[in-house]
């Protein structure tokens, strides 16, 4: 008998008010627009404000946003998986509270951190529950509160990150579409080149740490590009091999939106023509967790049953993977 794939049955998605523009870093930094533009793709980000405003908040207008266009259930959910670098607690994990707040009284949860690859491996290990044929209903969410380890004074890295939040449910399929194969690759090389100093057990928040700034996101921007641009790439063309897939019966390419450069070196490699590939970096920035699914968010209405989707993701770490799925639903 063959194990049921793991279709995504609903999405939803969530990005705040506020844009940060270029034109507004240009009066905070020393930087221009057509910098920022040309470098990475990126015109503006959205930003999280207000005191006490964490990184659920967003989960549930996404949640909330789900329902409201689905009708789906929530209160009934089996898992609940938040791929996150920015819980809202570093100790009480925000699936908890999210699980509570839906009311689904059955169901256990877990934060999986993989920097920007987590919402990646979040649904490639939903996926492995509902084949496993013991749960039904598995939400996965990826969403950052990037702004709250942005350190505003730093030009390579307050250009680059925003703030959003998406969400997939996934459901056994009985008509084979869903989640059809995954590679995760990690490699701890990546450590030095882009992390947070800071916060951790090896460097506990002391005066001295926050006088230094070493709890927000440094980043080696020329080594982090090199890796990601070969490897986000070549795991994205080594999923197609395996599969016997070609730029012709690729629909759609779903990269992480770190950088412009690097979604066009993917999509070279994989021989996919720009109008297949899922592009928002433009209006959001890199939202870390929150990237694929809301790329799935902005083109739902796009997709067509039976499409295939090739997903590719690069983090910190260095974590990478990629991912190969057929879309379950017709446009509502």
């Known amino acids: 008998m063959n194990k049921p794939k793991a279709a995504i049955t609903a999405i939803g998605g969530h990005v705040p008010d506020f844009r940060l523009t270029n034109k507004v870093l240009e009066t905070m930094i020393d930087t221009t627009d057509e910098w920022i533009t040309t470098r990475t793709g990126i015109k503006e980000r959205r930003i999280l404000k207000g005191e006490g405003q964490g990184l659920s908040v967003m989960i549930m207008a996404a949640l909330d946003n789900m329902r409201e266009k689905t009708g789906k259930r929530l209160d009934d959910v089996d898992a609940v998986i938040v791929s996150t670098v920015t819980p809202d607690m570093p100790v009480a994990t925000t699936s908890a509270y999210i699980i509570n707040k839906i009311g689904a009284k059955s169901a256990f949860g877990f934060d999986l951190q993989a920097a920007c690859s987590g919402f990646l491996y979040g649904l490639a290990t939903g996926a492995t529950y509902i084949e496993s044929g013991r749960f039904k209903k598995v939400l996965v969410i990826g969403g950052d509160k990037m702004s709250s380890i942005i350190d505003y004074t730093d030009r390579t890295t307050c250009v680059i990150f925003g703030d959003g939040c998406g969400a997939v449910l996934l459901e056994p399929s009985e008509e084979g579409h869903g989640v059809h194969d995954f590679i995760l690759r990690s490699d701890g090389i990546g450590r030095p080149h882009l992390n947070i100093k800071a916060g951790g057990s090896m460097y506990p928040p002391t005066e001295q740490t926050v006088a230094n700034r070493e709890h927000f996101v440094y980043q080696e921007g020329q080594a982090v590009f090199k890796f990601a641009v070969t490897n986000m790439a070549e795991v994205a063309a080594e999923i197609m ?92």
């Open 241 to 332: 091999e395996r599969n016997q897939l070609n730029a012709d019966n690729v629909n759609w390419l779903v990269p992480h939106q770190a950088n412009k450069r690097i979604i066009d070196a993917t999509a070279k490699k994989m021989g996919v023509d720009d109008n297949k590939v899922m592009l928002n970096i433009q209006r959001y920035g890199n939202t870390t967790n929150g990237t694929l699914p809301l790329c799935l968010w902005d083109y739902e209405s796009q997709l067509k049953k039976g499409d295939t989707l090739i997903f590719a993701a690069f983090g910190g770490g260095f974590t990478w993977g990629s991912l190969y799925l057929t879309w379950a639903y017709d446009p509502k």
